[in-house]
């Protein structure tokens, strides 16, 4: 009873922090998987940062991309709509990946993304030529052992608002939004080298 107080005080203590940052949009409800772990509260991220996200990333119709933590799909279903690239979205809670699926029927590329109802501790990351996430720092620490030990080189990683730790960025992007609140994006580049 203590434990499960203690959860959704941190919870909620983290969607209020994370709410101060300039971020509106908060899901504290904990995930519909009790099997995955929750890496981060879901947060969607803004359109324009989507696509910032993307260019930073240099996607084409070539690229194969995987956001770890899709929600509603919008990073996958903006890299097939706006690159013509393919897009795969992970998420353990089952009505993100519904309303993804909603989502990509929608906006008409369906033929081009795939959404998989998974841990994305558990996803297998090898056939990406870019990896997108907007999870908690701690959460892409965890991650980053399975990204650089199954990328390819040359693939490239892109995080929003939180960084790999002491892995140092080839770039970081920071600007505006739409709505006025500053963001920050970093881009990796996988060369290899298994970074625990």
């Known amino acids: 009873m203590l434990s499960g107080m203690l ?5 909620l203590s983290l969607a209020a922090v ?7 949009t908060v899901n504290t409800q904990a995930p519909k998987r009790p099997d995955a772990p929750q890496l981060a509260p879901y947060v969607p991220t803004p359109q324009d940062v989507v696509e910032r996200m993307l260019t930073l990333a240099a996607v084409t119709k070539n690229d194969v991309v995987i956001d770890l933590g899709c ?8 890299a097939a709509r706006k690159f013509g690239a393919r897009g795969i979205g992970v998420d353990i809670d ?15 590329v369906e033929h081009l993304v795939t959404f998989k109802l998974q841990d994305a501790m558990k996803t297998d990351v090898s056939g990406a ?21 199954q990328l390819k ?4 990683i892109v995080t929003h608002s ?18 006025g609140r ?3 994006l970093f881009l990796y580049r996988a060369d290899g080298k298994v970074r625990q």
Do not use: C, H
Not at 18 to 24: I, P, Q
């Open 7 to 11: 959860t959704i005080a941190l919870q």
């Open 18 to 24: 994370l709410a101060a940052g300039g971020l509106t």
């Open 71 to 78: 929600g509603d799909g919008r990073i996958p279903i903006a």
């Open 94 to 108: 089952p009505q993100r990946i519904a309303e993804a699926n909603a989502n990509a029927k929608a906006a008409g």
């Open 129 to 149: 030529s870019v990896v997108t996430t907007y999870l908690l720092t701690a959460s892409n620490l965890k991650l980053r052992p399975l990204l650089t030990s």
């Open 153 to 156: 080189p040359g693939a490239r």
């Open 162 to 179: 939180f960084g790999m730790g002491d892995w140092t960025p080839e770039k970081a992007d920071s600007f505006t939004d739409a709505e």
């Open 182 to 184: 500053n963001r920050m």
